[in-house]
């Protein structure tokens, strides 16, 4: 037993040593998980990664980009994939995930980086071959083909990469609350869960607000339970939190005239004020090719999107693309 700060007597919490050797184990390091998004950063245990923007900004594509970062391999057969091999779990309340999608995704990306780093591969091993046995030229082919990847090769590197992926759907801001009360029987027994996604935050909002009526602070209140639960499981599991969330430009509310600025004080969340506290990096995404996509790689059109990205007081901004084969940036 201990006291409080207003001298109430409380019961101390307990652990095994078991629990805390799993909330404390090291994660694998998300360095360089996007340079264009974090040149100079990048996300550490504890943090939080706000992505918003109004319908169709490509929102849910830039989190299944990210998590196809996180569970690809670290490397295969001496060529390094840039993956983190670190464990996923997903919320998806929106009930659009699609685990086609990211099949389709990962596939390709495990085709351009092998196809790229193979050639590099390739030569570096020609290289250290002939100074060491002098062969000539058909060992520096057999080499290139040793490390050709095949259909069962390339199946077996995706379904190893989807293992580390865990998906749970929510139906109502209640079911989310129990999810996340129950989860943590899964961070205690996978210790390289590594990082927590959301998608999306808002999808309850009007749900929310008809049960709470005209009440504002119920509705907070509501809001302060789910935050509080996420923050406790990435203090405790040593978590990255990666959430999706829905927002409106504010066209001149105040001042009645409508703005096209995209500044992040110029759009509204969904949700409470008291999200914007826990965000560490908030990335604000618009769609910059309305009504038409624009040309990009020879005759193909594809749908252009910007990101805008706050961290610490300073923000910078980069334009992608999405594609049948994932998000590309210009």
């Known amino acids: 037993m201990f006291t409080d700060d207003d001298g109430d007597f409380k019961e101390a919490e307990v652990e095994t040593c078991a629990q805390l050797f799993l909330r404390l184990a090291s994660k694998p390091s998300l360095e ?28 849910s594509e830039l989190l299944m980009n990210l998590m196809s970062k996180c569970i690809l391999p ?3 057969k001496g060529i390094e994939i840039d993956g983190f091999e670190a464990e996923v779990l997903f919320i998806d309340t929106d009930y659009k995930f699609s685990v086609m999608r990211l099949h389709q995704i990962l ?10 780093k193979s050639v590099e591969f390739s030569n570096s091993s020609s290289v250290d071959t002939k100074r060491q046995k002098q062969s000539d030229s058909t060992s520096s082919m057999n080499e290139e083909v040793k490390i050709k990847i095949d ?29 996340l009360h129950s989860v943590e029987s899964i961070f205690s027994q996978h210790p390289q869960l590594t990082v927590l996604m959301l998608d999306n935050l ?18 907070e ?21 990666i959430l999706t969330k829905n927002s409106t430009p504010m066209q001149g509310v105040k001042s009645g005239k409508a703005s096209s600025s995209t500044n992040l004080d110029q759009n509204e969340s969904f949700n409470s004020k008291s999200w914007c506290k826990i965000s560490n990096y908030r990335l604000l995404l618009t769609r910059t090719d309305f009504p038409f996509p ?37």
């Open 32 to 59: 360089f998980l996007d340079r264009h998004l974090f040149p100079s950063n990048f996300p550490k245990p504890g943090e939080v990664i706000e992505i918003h923007g109004s319908s169709a900004t490509g929102k």
């Open 74 to 76: 670290k490397r295969w």
């Open 107 to 116: 596939k390709k990306q495990l085709l351009n980086i092998i196809n790229l």
């Open 151 to 179: 259909e069962s090769d390339l199946k077996e590197l995706v379904k190893s990469s989807l293992e580390r992926l865990y998906l749970v759907k929510c139906s109502s801001t209640n079911q989310l609350l129990i999810t």
């Open 202 to 219: 808002s999808t309850f909002y009007w749900e929310d607000r008809i049960r709470t009526g005209d009440n504002w602070t119920k509705f």
């Open 221 to 241: 209140e509501l809001n302060n339970k789910v935050l509080t639960l996420l923050q406790t499981l990435i203090n405790e599991y040593n978590l990255v939190l």
């Open 294 to 330: 624009i040309l990009v790689d020879g005759d193909k059109m594809h749908s252009s999107f910007c990101v805008k990205v706050f961290y610490q007081g300073q923000q910078h901004q980069c334009k992608f693309y999405i594609s049948s084969d994932g998000i590309s940036y210009a």
